[in-house]
């Protein structure tokens, strides 16, 4: 298996653009979330899905913030419009609830918005 | 909701010496206890994770401790290697998922 795989893993935008990030889970695993890495915030849980259905949302800083799990492999999480706050690696990751409980990390998406 | 302090932020030592990490939690239903490294432009993984039946857990070099009564855990490094330096995070969680995570600790292990 692949592993969790994020797309883009680079992007450059400027204020005000959108930007839509995007995530395909491993095959199997059940539970998705979405974390953004800052220096000054370290990791903070945006949302997460188990079965495709939003659980938690609650880290979701904003109303420009959206995520979407429209298949059980797949999600994006979309900011529009974007400002350089947003700056950061955005990761996604899955599990296989209930026995398994490591997190799989993909690759992270580094997002810079000038 | 879930709180995770974790320190030091920042931690150097010798190669060969040990390191500890420490993490405190707030919330009592959180059972589930991992640490994840994660070394420069790389994602986290997971590295030694235990549960709240659990006192101890052992891996090679690597041990974790929990003491539920007090609500705190540690990460113990034995016989430290340069390769050991990275960003490692604790983390919390209960049996819903969601995952709770420590702001990290540099380790820096100098040859």
């Known amino acids: 298996d692949a592993g969790v795989i994020q797309s883009p893993r680079h992007e450059v935008t400027e204020m005000g653009q959108e930007v839509t990030l995007r995530c395909k889970l491993i095959?199997?695993?059940?539970?998705l979330f979405w974390y953004r890495q800052t220096m000054m915030r370290g990791l903070e849980l945006l949302i997460y899905?188990?079965?495709?259905?939003?659980?938690?949302d609650s880290g979701m800083p904003e109303d420009r913030f959206s995520a979407k799990m429209p298949n059980a492999s797949f999600s994006t999480l979309k900011i529009q419009p974007s400002e350089p706050r947003d700056s950061a690696v955005y990761f996604c990751?899955?599990?296989?609830?209930?026995?398994?409980?490591?997190?799989?990390f993909g690759e992270g998406s580094r997002l810079t918005v000038l | 909701g879930e709180n995770v302090e974790q320190h030091p932020s920042t931690l150097s030592v010798q190669e060969g010496d040990s390191a500890v990490i420490k993490c405190t939690y707030s919330?009592?239903?959180?059972?589930?206890f991992p640490w994840y490294k994660q070394e420069l432009g790389k994602r986290p993984q997971l590295i030694i994770d235990?549960?709240?039946?659990?006192g101890e857990k052992k891996d090679q070099r690597i041990a974790v401790t929990l003491n539920k009564t007090a609500k705190h855990f540690s990460l113990h490094i034995t016989e430290t290697q340069p390769e050991d330096s990275a960003v490692y995070f604790c983390?919390?969680?209960?049996?819903?998922?969601?995952?709770?995570f420590g702001d990290g600790t540099t380790l820096t292990v100098k040859p």
């Open positions: 990751a899955s599990y296989l609830p209930p026995g398994a409980r490591e997190l799989f």
């Open positions: 095959s199997g695993h059940n539970s």
């Open positions: 899905f188990n079965n495709n259905v939003p659980i938690d």
């Open positions: 919330d009592s239903a959180s059972n589930y």
């Open positions: 235990i549960r709240s039946n659990v």
């Open positions: 983390a919390a969680s209960m049996s819903a998922g969601k995952s709770t």
